[in-house]
């Protein structure tokens, strides 16, 4: 079986991909139930070979996923902006500046 040294650290790991918590609210309110469903999982008897891989395959995939994001916003930087923001940024990267647009105002002239 593992020894609690090993246990520990991949408890830690596993906390450490978890989103952060809130820095407002107080200590036990921040526990989310992943959270508390972890400690759970590693606070009672030693666990089985089987429960230890599984918890060690989630941490690379969590760690892989967050990875994964990481890329996805490095190479798509346009992917969360809105069309007139991409517009403008497509315009700039060839060397042109969008003209301003005109607001017709509310007065008849």
Same mark, same amino acid.
């Given at each position: 079986m593992s020894n609690p040294a !090993?246990? /520990?650290?991949?408890y830690r790991s596993l906390l450490r991909e978890l989103?952060?918590?809130?820095l407002s609210s107080s200590y036990s309110?921040? /526990?989310?139930?992943?959270h508390q469903r972890l400690r759970q999982s590693f606070s009672g008897d030693a666990p089985h070979e089987h429960a230890v891989a599984q918890a060690d395959q989630l941490? !690379?995939?969590l760690k892989a996923q967050r990875q994964y994001t990481a890329l996805l916003e490095r190479y798509n930087p346009g992917m969360n902006m +809105? +069309? #007139? #923001?991409r517009v403008r940024l497509?315009?700039?990267?060839?060397?042109? +500046?969008?003209p301003v647009e005109y607001e017709k105002s509310g007065g008849n002239s």
């Amino acid at each position: 079986m593992s020894n609690p040294a !090993q246990l /520990r650290s991949l408890y830690r790991s596993l906390l450490r991909e978890l989103p952060p918590k809130p820095l407002s609210s107080s200590y036990s309110q921040a /526990r989310s139930p992943l959270h508390q469903r972890l400690r759970q999982s590693f606070s009672g008897d030693a666990p089985h070979e089987h429960a230890v891989a599984q918890a060690d395959q989630l941490l !690379q995939y969590l760690k892989a996923q967050r990875q994964y994001t990481a890329l996805l916003e490095r190479y798509n930087p346009g992917m969360n902006m +809105d +069309d #007139e #923001e991409r517009v403008r940024l497509t315009a700039r990267r060839v060397g042109m +500046d969008l003209p301003v647009e005109y607001e017709k105002s509310g007065g008849n002239s």
